[in-house]
């Protein structure tokens, strides 16, 4: 957790820009230094969830019947965690898209003739004053998918959160 807490201290997107620029403008570079940056976040979730739900009582009881270690893993800690990392991919997503089109914005991306939305904002913007369109519809496909992505995380959070679940019904 140490490793995770420093890379944690680093802005994400500094980092990746700093990580694509070492390892080379390329997609697979970027989405490798997008990875890097975005790894930290689920291994404190995972670690969280794992730390709450092994002190609950149906997970003692398991441990008390001599289940093995694996199957008090996978049916009782993993199940039973896996709400809010669902919740933290969705809105990771949307935190890749922002970065990977960052990064394809600065050339540290998808290369030509990729396409990739980032790099269309880029290579667009000589033509905003005479047809802006060209450069803010790429920017507004990267708006709505953030957009959709975030708003899909927001359902699942109330979904898998119980006490909020029992207002919606």
Same mark, same amino acid.
């Given at each position: 957790m140490r490793i995770v807490d420093a890379i944690l201290a680093f802005p994400a997107l500094v980092l990746a820009i700093? %990580?694509?620029a070492a390892f080379g403008p390329s997609l697979q570079n970027a989405m490798l230094a997008v990875a890097i940056t975005l790894a930290p976040q689920f291994a404190r979730v995972a670690r969280s969830q794992a730390l709450?739900?092994?002190?609950?009582?149906y997970v003692e009881a398991a441990v008390?019947?001599?289940l093995p270690n694996s199957r008090i893993l996978f049916?009782?800690?993993f199940v039973n965690g896996l709400g809010p990392l669902l919740v933290q991919s969705t809105l990771a997503l949307g935190?890749?898209? %922002?970065?990977?089109a960052s990064l394809g914005f600065l050339g540290l991306g998808a290369q030509?003739?990729?396409a990739e939305w980032g790099a269309d904002v880029s290579a667009n913007l000589q033509y905003v004053r005479s047809a802006p369109w060209v450069a803010l519809a790429p920017g507004m496909a990267i708006l709505f998918a953030v957009l959709s992505f975030n708003l899909v995380g927001d359902s699942l959070a109330d979904w898998f959160n119980?006490?909020?679940?029992?207002e919606l019904d």
């Open positions: 700093a %990580l694509a709450s739900v092994s002190v609950k009582p008390s019947l001599g049916r009782y800690i935190s890749a898209i %922002l970065q990977t030509p003739p990729m119980p006490r909020r679940r029992s």
